[in-house]
Every structure is written in C-alpha cells, then in structure tokens.
C-alpha cells in the first residue's frame, strides 16, 4: 500500500517574493469524489496527466494511503472536463532544504492569495529544516486540503475575515 506522509505549512508571503526559486510548474486539478475519507483526483500540468486516489488520514491527517498513476496527458484533460465539477489552479515550485523538498503551491483562481508549503515525509518522526519563509503548521486544518480549497475556496474566508 502507498502512504504519503505530509505536512503542511503556511508561507509568509514577503519571505518568499524575495526568495530566489526555480521556475514553478502550473497544476490544474479537479475531483472525482471527494469526501471525509477519500479522494480521487485528475491532476494536468503542460506535459503529464495524473490520477490519485487517496484514503482516510490518521486523526493528525499526516499520513494517509495514496495511489498516483501517470495517464495520457489527452485523457487526462478528458477527464478533467468530464468528470469533475470543481478544482483548483496553482503553480508548483521544489524547494531543497537540508535532506527534503519543499513542495510550495501558489494558488490561483478562486484560492488566490492563499501559499501552502509541504514537506513528504519517509516517517511521522522525521526531523527536518524549517525555512525562513515557513510560518504557521496548518496539517491538521482540514480547510487547507486541496479538496477542501476546491469546494471551499480561500476568497472565501478573506471575505470573512476582513468583515
């Protein structure tokens, strides 16, 4: 069985306009299902198409089973018209920091202003560097999940809260 273990993070949004970073990648994704305890996902960027599916997370949503497949980048768009009814668009950049990844999505669209950093784990106990431009642990707040942003979306709670 594949687990993913993640974390997320909040990013402080000056910090990382000054950061000098590769170029991102563009990521148009939609949901098949999405629900408390799964996922199935289409996901395109220019020149790959994938599908996930994702199980139920542990009550610290930091690891959960995940499946992801390369498709046709044809189909996959295909599916992504057909098939879901919401989503999300972000550039994605990797960011190297000691012996991990970064994975920093900057959000679009309906999620505008919203940067979400996360680091895949090989252990829930793995110790690993945290950026300068890393705030706030958000892997518990199922709101930052992108299913979640795709139904709920951040412009939404900007709304709310500068009410």
Not at 86 to 114: C, H, M
Not at 136 to 158: C, M, Q
């Amino acid at each position: 069985m594949g687990i993913e273990i993640e974390r997320k993070f909040l990013v402080d949004h000056d910090a990382w306009d000054a950061l000098s970073k590769p170029a991102g990648v563009q990521y148009k994704q939609g949901y098949i299902l999405s629900d408390e305890t799964r996922t199935v996902r289409v996901r395109v960027t220019e020149h790959h198409g994938y599908i996930t599916l994702k199980g139920p997370g542990g009550a610290n949503r930091m690891s959960r089973a995940e499946y992801e497949y390369e498709i046709p980048i044809a189909e996959a768009e295909q599916i992504l018209a057909g098939f879901t009814t919401n989503g999300t668009q972000k550039i994605r950049y990797r960011i190297p920091a000691g012996n991990f990844t970064w994975e920093v999505d900057v959000f679009s669209g309906d999620n505008n202003g919203l940067i979400v950093a996360e680091i895949e784990l090989t252990s829930e106990e793995d110790e690993f560097e945290i950026p300068a431009w890393i705030t706030e642990e958000v892997t518990a707040d199922g709101r930052y999940a992108n299913s979640s942003l795709a139904i709920h979306p951040f412009k939404h709670w900007a709304k709310q809260n500068h009410s």
